[in-house]
């Protein structure tokens, strides 16, 4: 079997993560980390995230496959340095949040010895850095390729099956098509979280009220600056559309809240329900792999190992957990997602004889 020399430029939040999720797979030789942040670099070999760190030029001189996980604003610069330092065949790829100006960063600056694949993996988290890096953030989560036409299929199927170790689902598209969407589900989305944040001016009268609703919407706003400042500048033109229909249906809103329009403002909502109830759960990758039931525990030490073993004694594997509320010396709520319909009624089931109140999402 194949092996790889992997090579990460920037090991940092999706660096790292991809580091761990590829580091046991059978298709990889070695890692390479190579970071502008050496403390951050020791960290990833001394806890064995990556083999090996070395410099730019010559961490990418023996590699077969390159990932670019630095913020937008450094590619440029990391493809002229490395450009005079690759093997011929190696593919470069990069995870950037757009594509349409990498793509051009590409063709511009790459010899058509080298193979150049965009990707994009669609997961992420606000905690940036090497210790926000997970192994399994990528699992079940779509990974966005984006190779050029004539780009010969050996290549994409290679980083297919690299990728795999990944537990992400691989799909291919065009650079604009992808910069269209993400846009609308992604890039508007956090600018509509940082502008709720800025709403309240660090008000603390305000804020002291703040709950779920607030905390839910606005995650987001606290992401790296950096990466946010890039990803916005660089999707301009799809972005700028995209903000002014938003600003649009908002102006529609206060018009139908100003006329005292009950019927128009039914319809929005409604709308608005009835799309965000019909994407089965908003997590990594939209795929309905799982049922959720809801139940509330009582406030205990181990009450989520005793919840694991009461499903686990009927057969019953619990594949995601999440603690919705936790309420000091009362009770939490618990979000459990098992395989199927009939494994969630039967959770149920079992869950009510043990007086734990227990419904279906
Ligand atoms: N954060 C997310 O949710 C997310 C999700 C998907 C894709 N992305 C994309 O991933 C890329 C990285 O984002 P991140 O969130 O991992 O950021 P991060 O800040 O966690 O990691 C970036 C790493 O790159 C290093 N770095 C910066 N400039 C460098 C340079 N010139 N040479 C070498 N190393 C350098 C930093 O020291 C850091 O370790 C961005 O292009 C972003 O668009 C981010
Ligand atoms: O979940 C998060 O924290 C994210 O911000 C992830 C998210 C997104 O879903 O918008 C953010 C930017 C990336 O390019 C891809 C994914």
Known sequence: ??????????????????????????????????????????????????????????????????????PLSTYSTILNEIKDNLKTGVIVTDVGSTKQKVMQLYQEILSDEVIAIGGHPMAGSETGGLEGADKYLFENAIYVLTPFNNTDEKYID??????????????????????????????????????????TKGNPNDLMLAAGGFR??????????????????????????????????????????ENNQLKGLSEYLTSAKTIRDSI????????????????????????????????????????????????EGDGGTMRIGVPTLKDAEEAIKK???????????
Not at 180 to 194: D, E, G, K, L, M
Not at 226 to 240: A, G, P, R, S, V
Not at 307 to 321: A, C, E, F, K, Y
């Open 1 to 70: 079997m194949l092996k790889y020399n992997v090579t990460i430029i920037g090991v940092g939040l999706i660096g790292g993560s991809l580091a761990l999720s590829l580091k046991d797979s059978p298709l990889i030789n070695k890692i390479i980390g190579i970071d502008t942040n050496e403390e951050g670099l020791k960290k990833a070999v001394s806890s064995g995230i990556i083999d090996t760190a070395l410099n730019l030029k010559q961490g990418v001189s023996d590699a077969d496959i390159i990932f670019i996980c630095t």
């Open 158 to 199: 290679i980083l297919k099956q690299v990728l795999s170790a990944t537990g992400a689902k691989i799909k291919v598209l065009e650079p604009v098509q992808h910069d269209f969407t993400v846009a609308i589900i992604s890039h508007v989305p956090h600018i509509t979280a940082a502008a709720l944040v800025n709403l």
């Open 216 to 257: 839910d919407t606005t995650r987001i706003a606290s992401s790296n600056i950096k990466i946010w400042e890039d990803i916005i500048f660089t999707n301009k033109n799809q972005l700028i559309p995209a903000l002014e229909s938003l600003i649009n249906i908002l102006t529609d809103y206060k018009e139908i809240i």
């Open 280 to 327: 089965p759960a908003i997590r990594k990758g939209l795929l309905p792999s799982f049922v959720d039931i809801i139940c509330i525990v009582p406030d205990k030490p181990g009450i989520i190992g005793q919840v694991g073993l009461l499903l686990g004694n009927i057969g019953i594997n619990i594949v995601d957990i999440e603690i919705l509320r936790a309420r």
């Open 351 to 361: 869950l009510s004889k043990e007086n734990i109140k227990a419904w279906l999402k």
